[in-house]
Nanobody
Framework: VQLQAYGGGLVQAGGSLTLSCTASGGSFRRYTTGWFRQAPGKEREFVAAFGWSGNTKYTDPVKGRFTISRDNAKNTVSLLMNSLKPEDTAVYYC??????????????????WGQGTQVTVSS
């Protein structure tokens, strides 16, 4: 499955952005889809995941602010980001995995990645 992430941009602190990830060559319903981010000089980190059965998981810093969702008709997984903070600035990647739910935060288990989209939050 090939993934494409888009929707990033420049936004002021407190603003919102929606990232989207589209898939070709496969359906998101067969995978868990994750969003990860990598800030300059930092390691890539888990942000959120949407399981094939519809369950979700978030990293603590984004709980209550970010919402991950899936549109089966459009074969798209989105990440709605509200109340953005400067520390959310990063390149955001979508990826898919078939790993057990307990390991969805671990990027090594993801088998296909999108190209990344830049999110910049100004203070």
């Amino acid at each position: 499955v090939q993934l494409q992430a888009y929707g990033g941009g420049l936004v002021q602190a407190g603003g919102s952005l929606t990232l989207s990830c589209t898939a070709s060559g496969g359906s998101f319903r067969r995978y868990t889809t994750g969003w990860f981010r990598q800030a300059p000089g930092k390691e890539r980190e888990f942000v959120a995941a949407f399981g094939w059965s519809g369950n979700t998981k978030y990293t603590d810093p984004v709980k209550g602010r970010f919402t991950i969702s899936r549109d089966n008709a459009k074969n798209t997984v989105s990440l709605l980001m509200n109340s953005l903070k400067p520390e959310d600035t990063a390149v955001y990647y979508c990826a898919v995995t078939t790993v057990v739910w307990g390991r969805v935060t671990e990027d090594d288990y993801y088998i296909s990645w999108g190209q990344g989209t830049q999110v910049t939050v100004s203070s």
